[in-house]
């Protein structure tokens, strides 16, 4: 079992950063792959980004390249994502969640365990 809590979401403005972690915990945190996934009213849940289990990979949505960056740190069992440049399209609820299949995953039906998601609205 493996338990998420993700944290630091909120209102910004337009144009504004946010940095969301996901703190894990019940497995060794090394021994698994992160994503990050997002779901707008209305919306299905969809793939933003995606982090090896040494970190060395990283994959991002083309939405929000350029602009977000996945990065871990296993020695605190914790996965962030640094959200820049935010756009009122970025306004979600972000789930971060692990997998042990895949080097990376974008689909969330190799994901195992999710956290209860934290919401991010950008406001113009």
Same mark, same amino acid.
């Given at each position: !079992?493996?338990? =998420?809590?993700?944290?630091?979401g +909120?209102?910004? !403005?337009?144009? +504004?950063? =946010?940095? =969301? #972690?996901?703190?894990?915990?019940?497995r060794?945190?090394?021994s698994?792959a992160?994503?990050?996934?997002?779901?707008?009213? +209305?919306?299905e849940?969809?793939?933003?980004?995606a982090?090896?289990r040494?970190?060395?990979?990283? #994959? =991002?949505?083309?939405?929000?390249?350029?602009r977000?960056?996945?990065?871990? +740190?296993?020695?605190k069992n914790?996965?962030?994502?640094?959200?820049?440049?935010?756009?009122?399209?970025?306004?979600?609820?972000?789930?971060c969640?692990?997998q042990?299949?895949?080097?990376?995953?974008?689909?969330?039906g190799?994901?195992?365990?999710?956290?209860?998601?934290? !919401?991010?609205?950008? #406001?113009?």
């Amino acid at each position: !079992q493996v338990q =998420l809590v993700e944290s630091g979401g +909120g209102l910004v !403005q337009v144009g +504004g950063s =946010l940095s =969301l #972690s996901c703190a894990a915990s019940g497995r060794t945190f090394s021994s698994y792959a992160m994503g990050w996934f997002r779901q707008a009213p +209305g919306k299905e849940r969809e793939f933003v980004a995606a982090i090896s289990r040494s970190g060395g990979s990283t #994959s =991002l949505a083309d939405s929000v390249k350029g602009r977000f960056t996945i990065s871990r +740190g296993n020695a605190k069992n914790t996965v962030y994502l640094q959200m820049n440049s935010l756009k009122p399209e970025d306004t979600a609820v972000y789930y971060c969640a692990t997998q042990s299949r895949l080097i990376i995953a974008t689909i969330e039906g190799y994901y195992d365990y999710w956290g209860q998601g934290t !919401q991010v609205t950008v #406001s113009s």
